[in-house]
């Protein structure tokens, strides 16, 4: 493992909320957030209104610049994100999670609390200088964001299924050569 496993998990999350805000809108209504909390394990209070559901909306955009732009420009959006929410880490153990961080208390506004996790993860992305993790899906068209947690960084889609579509296409590509050659052989 690359980094804490507390870490790891607020990283995929991090990438799987930005990527909520691709082409489609994944979160247009307080259900569907619902339906994201739920699949990523968020705890803590919710308000379950259009207040928090505009919040959430809101960091996606602050954290896909994470993505895009360099080190010393990514050390300044997470010491703001850290500072705005007034960040305290404490190690807690809460369901069947063991010791972990919380930086915020879980009476915090989701949003605010979504945030932290993002960047207390990606503090230590930085610190181990492995911000070349973060990338953007390779597929064409595909602007989703990646978090390559492999060992041997070969990780170049998304989550969205822009693997198995790259696996089809080569597939395809390989047996209309194939095909050709085929044809070509017979003459
Ligand atoms: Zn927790
Ligand atoms: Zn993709």
């Known amino acids: 493992m690359l980094f804490a496993h507390d870490t790891e998990v607020a990283l995929a999350a991090a990438a799987a909320l930005v990527n909520t805000g691709g082409q489609d809108e994944d979160l ?3 259900a569907a957030l619902d339906e994201f909390v739920r699949t990523w394990g968020w705890t803590g209070e919710r308000r379950r209104d259009q207040a928090e559901l505009r919040a959430v909306r809101d960091l996606r955009p602050r954290l896909r610049r994470i993505w895009e732009v360099d080190q010393d420009e990514v050390v300044k959006i997470l010491n703001a994100l850290l500072r705005d929410a007034r960040a305290l880490p404490q190690l807690v153990k809460h369901d069947e999670w063991n010791y972990h961080l919380h930086a915020t208390p879980p009476a915090a506004p989701l949003a605010t609390r979504m945030a932290v996790e993002a ?3 990606l503090v ?3 610190r181990g200088d492995e911000l070349s993790r973060l990338q953007i899906c390779e597929y064409p068209g595909c602007h989703n964001v990646v978090i390559d947690l492999s060992k041997n960084r070969s990780k170049r889609f998304c989550e969205d299924g ?4 790259a696996a089809v ?6 047996k209309m050569q194939a095909a050709a050659l085929d044809r070509g052989g017979r003459g």
């Open 28 to 30: 247009p209504d307080v």
């Open 119 to 121: 960047a207390m993860a």
């Open 124 to 126: 230590d992305v930085v």
């Open 162 to 165: 822009c693997g198995n579509r």
């Open 169 to 174: 296409a080569a597939y395809r590509a390989r």
